[in-house]
T-cell receptor, first 115, second 112 residues
């Protein structure tokens, strides 16, 4: 149980375009999901907290107009990278928080390359 | 703000050795602490979750302890195997929240 999926697993896009990444909790409901990014050989940095039915809260330094987050249902959160630039190239990972133990379950990640 | 540190940054050991990975955190007002494993280019696999009221958790060859008063957690790996080679991350929540702050990880290599 407690499986989180992400789609796509990797994506290449041209500079200036937008890319949407989906995060789904497959066998449990998640009122809270988190989005992280990871640069090569670095640890994970929290970008934003996604709450079902309300606006996401962004960490300091993260541009909310660039990284649009939508959490429309208890099993789906999406991250849209708008007007992508090469510096947005990174590994994006989502997690969903279980309601009982507050353990976080992580997705397999999405590797974004902007050319 | 919570800061999480992991030592050593890298570790290379022969197969069969028992290992201790260390995680330190600055703010002890945490709800829980979680240990993860990350293989190259992959997402995170949860290994152990320790609630603030617990002192340790065990799963197979893995044992994690938590000492909130000293701001430390250790991950003990018994009888290491080459398949244990990965980066191990610990994460502790920012004070009074469930937002995880991750350590920089320990890159483990177990030699056959």
């Amino acid at each position: 149980g407690a499986v989180v999926s992400q789609h796509p697993s990797w994506v290449i896009c041209k500079s200036g375009t937008s890319v949407k990444i989906e995060c789904r909790s497959l066998d449990f409901q998640a009122t809270t999901m988190f989005w992280y990014r990871q640069f090569p050989k670095q640890s994970l940095m929290l970008m934003a907290t996604s709450n079902e039915g309300s606006k996401a809260t962004y960490e300091q330094g993260v541009e909310k107009d660039k990284f649009l987050i939508n959490h429309a249902s208890l099993t789906l959160s999406t991250l849209t990278v708008t007007s992508a630039h090469p510096e947005d190239s990174s590994f994006y990972i989502c997690s969903a928080r279980g309601q009982a133990t507050y353990e976080q379950y992580f997705g397999p990640g999405t590797r974004l390359t902007v050319t | 703000k919570q800061e999480v540190t992991q030592i050593p940054a890298a570790l290379s050991v022969p197969e069969g050795e028992n290992l201790v990975l260390n995680c330190s955190f600055t703010d002890s007002a945490i709800y829980n602490l979680q240990w993860f494993r990350q293989d190259p280019g992959k997402g995170l696999t949860s290994l152990l979750l320790i609630q603030s009221s617990q002192r340790e958790q065990t799963s197979g060859r893995l044992n994690a302890s938590l000492d909130k008063s000293s701001g430390r957690s250790t991950l003990y790996i018994a009888a290491s195997q080459p398949g244990d080679s990965a980066t191990y991350l610990c994460a502790a929540p920012n004070s009074g929240t469930y937002k995880y702050i991750f350590g920089t990880g320990t890159r483990l290599k177990v030699l056959a």
